[in-house]
């Protein structure tokens, strides 16, 4: 006859250890405390690598759809901010912020740009869909496109050389020289980057190279305005309910509009 065993409160709770398995702490994992690593579950070395990878001062991507940088949560209604953040936690945010608010118009220059030049569509469509004004939002891609990246990214690799500290010239920058000619912009950036101009000093400088008369818009330049306006509000109509008639006309419109472009752009060429 087999003896019945009772097992007791110590035996359960070995055998509970044993079997149940969690989702260890990065410090358990990686022994960072002060202690060794304990390790009670199977870690996946791709888990345990991603773990060791990701600088404190990185934007992470959250399930719930939020953003984090190291303890602070950034949401669609604000900034959660643990009643634990260190200064050194808020070093750490406030350099990563200020870093991309100086930047983050160039990088949606540079989007626009591409998108229009893959051929994904406008400028405009992308204002319209994220409810922008389509004038800031062509800036952005003109600015862009106007001061290329590939000599934005050459000329400040140049001056890095010479000043291994030097900071990026900002959105605001390029905004002022956009109407250069692109050797005059070269050289207006090296003496930004060298310098450490600021965009408004930056703006003083161009205006000390070109006459008052020359920042007015020409004749040319008000009329090509105001052709783009009249094919957008016709475009805004043509997205409202509208008939037969009414698609001849935005026809014969943009026909119009645009042989009227084509000759004051030749008119523009003889002129200069």
Known sequence: MTKKVTPTTSSINDTLTKRLKRVPTADEVLGTGTSEPIIR???????????????????????????????????????????????????????????????????????????????????????????????????????????????????????????????????SHYDAIKALRPETQDELMRRALLEGLSSKALRAEVKALISPDTLKPSPFQRNVSALEKEIQDSLKLAKTKYNINQIRHLAELHRKAADQLESLTRLDELKS
Request: some cysteine; aromatic content about 12%; charged content about 25%.
């Open 41 to 171: 579950a199977p870690v996946p070395r791709r888990t345990r690598n991603a773990i060791q990878q990701i600088p404190q001062d990185a934007i992470v991507s959250r399930d719930d759809g939020t953003l984090s940088i190291g303890k602070f949560i950034m949401s669609g209604y604000g900034l959660e901010v643990p009643e634990d953040a260190t200064a050194a936690d808020f070093e750490t945010f406030f350099t990563v912020m200020f870093k991309i608010r100086d930047r983050i118009n160039l990088w949606i220059g540079d989007a626009l740009a591409a998108f229009e030049s893959l051929k994904y569509g406008y400028a405009d469509e992308i204002a319209d869909f994220f409810g922008y004004e389509p004038a800031t939002i062509r800036n952005m891609k003109y600015v862009c496109t106007s001061v290329e990246l590939s000599r934005r990214r050459y000329i400040l690799a140049e001056v890095s050389r010479m000043k291994p500290d030097v900071e990026p010239l900002t959105m």
